[in-house]
């Protein structure tokens, strides 16, 4: 009997799933303008400009290492990172941290005219730090960072996917 019950329960799940129009996150749709670009401003062989350059090889788009009269160019105008302070516990100790982004950038097609205006995207991350812990504090720190770089791509992605 609890078995046939689960399973009803699975079966109604997945057709109500089904029905409100959930799909997995896949590749954006670019436009043709943006199949070739060539990325500056930024290194494209770590952190940031890594995931950068993976989300766009995802999305169909080669990324040139020299720039080339047809490529569309990205030009990453501002990229900053930092580490607040948010909260000092009462043996004056640093409790919490905010770890902030932030990423300004525009797009030009390969004759020159503006694609995307300059525009600026946030991410912001907090998380509890421990003096006893710092180890973990420490890999939470890099698992976050990470998190907030891919918060930021996907915002590029999102606009690039609104070029006409």
Do not use: H, W
């Not at 996150?25 to 436009?31: C, I, K």
């Not at 982004?101 to 300059?118: C, I, R, Y």
């Not at 907090?126 to 891919?150: C, H, K, M, P, W």
């Amino acid at each position: 009997m609890s078995r046939s019950l689960l399973n009803g329960f699975i079966g109604v799940l997945l057709v109500v799933i089904a029905g409100c129009g959930f799909q997995l996150r896949g590749a954006v749709p670019l436009p043709d303008s943006l199949k070739l670009m060539y990325v500056q401003g930024i290194n494209l062989q770590q952190g940031l400009g890594l995931t950068l350059k993976r989300a766009l090889k995802q999305n169909g788009i080669q990324v040139v290492d020299d720039y080339e009269k047809d490529s569309a160019l990205l030009t990453i105008l501002e990229n900053r990172s930092e580490r607040r302070v948010l909260s000092v516990g009462n043996n004056a100790k640093v409790s919490e941290y905010e770890l902030y982004s932030m990423l300004k950038f525009k797009v030009t097609d390969g004759q020159g005219k503006l694609l995307v205006a300059p525009q600026q995207f946030e991410a912001i991350r907090d998380y509890q730090f421990d003096q006893t812990q710092v180890l973990s504090s420490d890999g939470e720190e890099a698992i976050l960072r990470e998190q907030l770089n891919q918060q930021l791509v996907d915002s590029i992605l999102r606009r690039l996917s609104a070029v006409k």
